[in-house]
């Protein structure tokens, strides 16, 4: 069984990962998976590999699956507004079909 859904993806500075978890949560959204991430953007080369002092200046990948694309569209709004005057972010969308969508 399979279900249509949007992948909200959220690459970001890790410092705002607790704030923006709970925005993703906050929305209703079943959940979502957060992996290191690294490479080069408007603001200059970010890398995860490095070693550092502190986890505060690496970048990490939020993907969140939504029943919906407005549910997504609501998210990514939200963070933008409240986050990408002033750090580093970019949002983007994909179609997905979720495959064992009983879990969903």
Do not use: W
């Amino acid at each position: 069984m399979t279900q249509k859904a949007s992948k909200l993806v959220i690459v970001t500075e890790n410092l705002l990962l607790k704030k923006i978890t709970k925005i993703i949560d906050k929305s209703g959204a079943a959940g979502y998976t957060v992996v290191a991430a690294g490479g080069k953007g408007s603001r200059n080369v970010r890398s995860s590999g490095q070693p550092n002092v502190s986890d505060t200046s690496s970048n990490i990948k939020i993907e969140v699956l939504t029943a919906d694309r407005d549910m997504a569209l609501r998210i990514s709004d939200e963070i933008a507004a409240e986050f990408f005057e002033d750090y580093s972010g970019i949002t983007y969308l994909c179609d997905a079909e979720v495959l064992f969508a009983h879990k969903f």
